[in-house]
């Protein structure tokens, strides 16, 4: 472990913490599907086939991922499609599962104290927009994590030991308090699709301001998901590295020259099926 660029590549070894003890108290079995992925694959297949209307199809994308009713310019366009790329447009499937939870952390008697702040039966989130074309300024709504998960001790741990990265990397701010987004995340491929990407927008920021990118929990039968940071400044590569179970990736990032994507995933050995990887990822945001 060490800072560079305000990166701190860690393995939760480090903090006491083993791998085998957070698969087992974090079970990823029971997480639903990110439907917010299908609409969102669609818009982006629209865009490309109608680049002319991407005006009007970025004024009605919210409503239409928010409704169960097509807006009328989006049906029209759908409508207009060849029979090879409507069926294209309804194929598309969801990639991973996800779940939510949040916590407020804050500095009370010289220690960290990790409190669950409990989520609403689905959490609105965005991102900010990294170009136009960015998807993730939209509004999507994800369920909570299982609340035995969110009130698991050695979440709670792994928390502290990020927010006192950030303290060690940013020792001028003095924080006393920091909001964390916990995002659960499971990523799955079956022999049906080529590849599944943790990150379909590209190079990208948060809009937060640490992050930890990846954590990865478990992986199965899969190969990629190199997680790739780039120093726009320096227009190049400042890392890659392909996180191990119990390895994580922990940065700056609003504000920052630090940009970050995730290589997608493929199945190892087509005959077993089916792959997935499993990560936790985190938003560290200053309150105070
Ligand atoms: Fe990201």
């Known amino acids: 472990m060490g ?46 086939k109608y680049i002319n209307d991407k005006k009007t199809i970025l004024q009605e994308a919210q409503c239409f991922l928010d409704g169960n009713l097509v807006p009328n310019s989006i049906q029209e366009l759908i409508s207009s499609l060849s029979i090879e790329d409507q069926r294209k447009f309804h194929a598309y499937k969801p990639f991973r599962k996800r779940g939510i939870s949040r916590f407020m952390v804050e500095y009370v008697n010289k220690k960290w104290e990790v409190n669950h702040i409990i989520l609403p039966e689905l959490t609105e989130f965005s991102q900010h927009e990294d170009h136009p074309l960015d998807l993730r300024k939209l509004i999507r709504r994800f369920p909570p994590m299982d609340r035995t ?27 006393k308090k920091v909001e964390v987004t916990c995002h659960q995340i499971s990523l799955l491929i079956d022999s049906s699709t080529l590849s599944a990407c943790n990150s379909p927008e590209g190079l990208h920021q948060d809009g937060s301001n640490y992050i930890v990118s990846a954590l990865v929990i478990d992986k199965y039968n899969i190969e990629g998901g190199t997680s790739e940071l780039y120093c726009i400044e320096k227009k190049r590569i400042i890392k890659s590295h392909t996180l191990e179970c119990g390895e994580g990736l922990f940065h700056i990032d609003k504000n920052s020259t630090i940009w970050h994507k995730v290589t997608p995933i493929k199945l190892k050995k087509t005959s077993l099926g089916i792959g997935y990887r499993n990560i936790l990822g985190f938003d560290f945001n200053y309150i105070s």
């Not at 709670?156 to 020792?171: A, D, F, Q, R, T």
């Open 3 to 48: 800072i560079k660029y305000k990166i701190i590549q860690f393995n939760i070894n480090e903090f006491g913490v083993n791998i085998d003890a957070v698969k087992k108290e974090l079970s990823f079995e029971s997480l639903g599907w990110d439907k917010n992925d299908i609409k969102l694959s669609q818009l982006r297949f629209l865009i490309t």
């Open 149 to 175: 998960l969110s009130h698991s001790i050695l979440l709670k741990i792994l928390i502290k030991k990020c927010v006192e990265m950030l303290c060690e990397c940013e020792p001028q701010v003095k924080l």
